[in-house]
């Protein structure tokens, strides 16, 4: 999705534009994360971009886009742009011990 949101109405106000355009980025997320996944990723991740116009958007995380849609309303925008491409990944492995630290435990 690479999408400029209009946030101006003649009849309808200006928090349900808000709304409409969180449950439709909602609505977008849900339907990429539902589509089948390629043999060698294990999720869908998630490029994001916000702001104002696409050559002020910066990159963001998903889990920021309604914080940043907030502070678009806040700011009273008349418009933004965001910017959401679905890529597979994979998971990667966390080593949690240090591996200096076994081979001292186990001498």
Known sequence: MK???ELSHPKIAYP????????EVKKYLKRE????LPDYADFWGFD?????TPDQAETIRVGQINEKISFAES???TSFYLEILAVPAQR???????????SEEKA
Do not use: M, V
Request: include cysteine; charge should be negative.
């Open 3 to 5: 999408k400029t949101f």
């Open 75 to 77: 700011q009273e925008w």
């Open 16 to 23: 349900r534009l808000i709304e409409a355009t969180k449950s």
């Open 33 to 36: 994360r539902n589509k089948t």
């Open 92 to 102: 990667t492995a966390h080593d949690d011990a240090d591996p200096e630290e076994e």
């Open 48 to 52: 994001c971009r916000f702001g104002q």
